[in-house]
């Protein structure tokens, strides 16, 4: 039981580059979602996912796209880098919808920077 | 949307004494608080939660209240470890299972 696999766990890109950012989880969690993290700021939700074929934005969600064939997985596409997009990124996944809520499991994260 | 505020954005306390940190909530639909410990370079990890039917729980040295009426729920770890030194999230959950977090709290423990 691996819990929440993300890669890589470091990128360095050029601006305008684009990449995927993989997540994969083991737990057959329903609820899946990316934050990103940055100094001073907490974790931002940036796009979630409640089953597969189903994704939503969440605030922070410009630059992003993300979709989800299976249960299992949910990447994170880059289209064009910017550098605004430097940031620590994680992906979290939790077996409930809601309710009753429940935890959320996290990644090891993936360190981006744009340059 | 939820707006979630955490205090203080950094304590240090020497070890043995206890720390509290503090956090606001704004959306009265938020029913599940958890707070996660994040250690450098590693992804947050859940150490205690609470649910709105609930007014404090406790894990040991761990304790969380919550304050429904005021809309606030405090982290309270009593004989504070070096390994307790982490940054620490709370969160606020309602419908749809979605989290939102406070800006966090880089806990220092001294020996």
């Known amino acids: 039981n691996a819990g929440v696999t993300q890669t890589p766990k470091f990128q360095v890109l050029k601006t305008g580059q684009s990449m995927t950012l993989q997540c994969a989880q083991d737990m057959n969690h329903e609820y899946m979602s990316w934050y990103r993290q940055d100094p001073g700021m907490g974790l931002r939700l940036i796009h979630y996912s409640v089953g597969a074929g189903i994704t939503d934005q969440g605030e922070v969600p410009n630059g992003y796209n993300v979709s989800r064939s299976t249960t299992e997985d949910f990447p994170l596409r880059l289209l064009s880098a910017a550098p605004s997009q430097t940031s620590v990124y994680f992906c979290?996944?939790?077996?409930?919808?809601?309710?009753?809520?429940?935890?959320?499991?996290f990644g090891q994260g993936t360190r981006l920077t744009v340059v | 949307g939820e707006n979630v505020e955490q205090h203080p954005s950094t304590l240090s306390v020497q070890e043995g004494d206890s720390a509290v940190i503090k956090c606001t909530y704004s959306?009265?639909?938020?029913?599940?608080f958890p707070w996660y410990k994040q250690e450098l370079g590693k992804g947050p990890q859940l150490i205690i939660d609470?649910?709105?039917?609930?007014g404090e729980k406790k894990d040991q040295r761990i304790a969380v209240t919550l304050n429904k009426t005021a809309k606030h729920f405090s982290l309270h770890i009593t004989e504070t470890q070096p390994e307790d030194s982490a940054v620490y999230f709370c969160?606020?959950?309602?419908?749809?299972?979605?989290?939102?977090f406070g800006t966090g709290t880089s806990l220092t423990v001294i020996p």
């Open positions: 959306d009265s639909a938020s029913n599940y």
């Open positions: 609470i649910r709105s039917n609930v």
């Open positions: 969160a606020a959950s309602g419908v749809g299972n979605q989290f939102y």
């Open positions: 979290a996944s939790s077996y409930h919808t809601g309710p009753p809520n429940t935890e959320a499991f």
